[in-house]
């Protein structure tokens, strides 16, 4: 399964000159996201995953001079489906987030979206690094 986003978030009747027309503040161009799940033949039990996410290049100003830049990060897991566990369904689950432990920047939120105020900028925070989740799900 997947998706990808095409936009054109455009500044219309901007109060800064030089905004006119330029993309908004932390938006990408394009989005997408990619997701395989791979169920082991004769197991019914074991099953593999990938998820692939992009994010385009974003602007960190509303004049569109400072920017971010575009970047991929890869999320693997494995699951495994047993009743062996109180008798009752139980998935066991290991993933790792940013497998390759991109460093990259996930939120862009201007700080003053009119820019009325002098020196107002914009705040920016860092994406999650390289993580390991285990987990058990127990159905009764």
């Given at each position: 399964?997947?998706?990808?986003?095409?936009?054109?978030?455009?500044?219309?009747?901007?109060?800064?000159?030089?905004?006119?027309?330029?993309?908004?503040?932390?938006?990408?161009?394009?989005?997408?996201?990619?997701?395989?799940?791979?169920?082991?033949?004769?197991?019914?039990?074991?099953?593999?995953?990938?998820?692939?996410?992009?994010t385009g290049k974003r602007y960190a100003?509303?004049?569109?001079?400072?920017?971010?830049?575009?970047?991929?990060?890869?999320?693997l897991g494995i699951r495994y489906v047993t009743k062996e566990?109180?008798?009752?369904?139980?998935?066991?689950?290991?993933?790792?987030?940013?497998?390759?432990?991109?460093?990259?920047?996930?939120?862009?939120?201007?700080?003053?979206?009119?820019?009325?105020?002098?020196?107002?900028?914009?705040?920016?925070?860092?994406?999650?690094?390289?993580?390991?989740?285990?987990?058990?799900?127990?159905?009764?």
């Amino acid at each position: 399964m997947g998706g990808v986003a095409l936009i054109q978030p455009k500044l219309k009747k901007a109060k800064q000159a030089c905004a006119q027309g330029k993309i908004v503040v932390g938006e990408p161009k394009v989005q997408s996201n990619l997701l395989f799940d791979y169920v082991v033949p004769n197991t019914n039990k074991l099953a593999l995953s990938a998820n692939l996410h992009y994010t385009g290049k974003r602007y960190a100003d509303q004049c569109n001079v400072n920017a971010v830049p575009a970047y991929f990060t890869t999320d693997l897991g494995i699951r495994y489906v047993t009743k062996e566990w109180l008798g009752k369904q139980t998935t066991l689950r290991f993933n790792v987030n940013n497998v390759f432990d991109k460093k990259y920047w996930v939120g862009m939120f201007p700080s003053n979206i009119d820019r009325t105020t002098t020196g107002a900028g914009t705040s920016i925070f860092l994406g999650q690094s390289r993580t390991f989740m285990l987990s058990a799900e127990v159905k009764f």
